[in-house]
């Protein structure tokens, strides 16, 4: 077995979770504000999500090919900018940072949908593709940092219920809100958006790390 294993010794951790109740978890340190600007990014999607099909298919008259074709391309754009150019905005700006400018480029998006010309829904298209990528991972990164690790599980746990149900509310009001308002419903969309922006400035700043000298 030594000569397997070795004979090095190597200090053991022991994580203790605890199970907290939704009010514990509301109460920890920028969690309860971060899981509200989670909820409100999943609600204003969700409107989008339901109301932009039946949209482009009743109001711009668009045929399967070509409302297809624009979610293949609005999903192209997600993935390049979630990867290389993510990649590179990381090295320069902070976490709090890219959640500020992606919300603020994301509710700026929502506004061009408002609108029967092709250029215009593709320019929201790439606006949106921008905001999400910086603004999505950027937050989920925050609030995973939020907790201390033996609480990270729960909290985790927590922001996936509240995504489940804002998916669902989303939905079913997206739904209604587009019978009623017709494309005004990304209208709502852009302003629960700019909300989150304006919310996110409570975001803590992130300490700079003290150097070995």
Known sequence: MHKILG???KQCFELRARDLSMREILTLPSVGLLLGLYFLVYLAFNFFYV???VYAATGIRWSLAQTGVFFSVLAFLMALVQGPVLARVSAIWSDRTRVL????????SFLFFNSQNIVSIY?????LALGNGLMWPSLLAVLAKSANRNVQGTVQGFAG???AVASIVGLLIGGLLYSALGARVFVISGVLTFVTFAVA???PSARPASRKR
């Open 7 to 9: 004979q090095d010794q």
């Open 51 to 53: 109301a932009f099909p």
């Open 101 to 108: 400018g992606g919300s603020f480029v994301l509710a700026l």
């Open 123 to 127: 320019v929201g298209a790439a606006l």
């Open 161 to 163: 219920s509240l995504a």
């Open 201 to 203: 400035f409570a975001i």
